[in-house]
């Protein structure tokens, strides 16, 4: 049941940031079930990982367009490729590139 899954995710992810490759349709579809239930929204912090990029790729590039597909963050910030559209694999992949941009000078993560 929905409202089972709703709760073992709110324990799973107890107060930590979520951190998410265009994490915002995620986000939508937990809260679609999540608002009814408890009457609010997630209240996390969120940290997407194209933003995040965007941002550490726009000093290089300052007027020029930035390329935000997957396959193209992994390989700019060479990141081994584990394989697509696997959930587990997708959360390995975006937690490296999290913490490889978290780790540059120019990424100030709050």
Request: net charge positive; no cysteine; aromatic share 14%.
């Given at each position: 049941e929905i409202d089972d899954v709703i709760i073992e995710f709110l324990?799973?992810?107890?107060?930590?940031?979520?951190?998410?490759?265009?994490?915002e349709f995620d986000i939508s579809m937990i809260n679609k079930y999540l608002k009814p239930k408890l009457g609010i929204t997630l209240p996390?912090?969120?940290f997407e990982v194209s933003e995040l990029y965007h941002d550490y790729k726009i000093e290089l590039i300052p007027q020029g367009h930035i390329d935000l597909r997957f396959n193209t963050i992994l390989e700019e910030?060479?990141?081994?490729?584990?394989?697509k559209h696997d959930a587990y694999n997708d959360a390995i992949m975006t937690a490296m590139?999290?913490?490889?941009?978290?780790?540059t000078k120019k990424i100030k993560i709050k």
């Open positions: 324990n799973f992810i107890g107060n930590r940031p979520l951190v998410g490759y265009f994490l996390h912090k969120k910030l060479e990141i081994p490729n584990l394989g590139i999290f913490i490889k941009l978290k780790n």
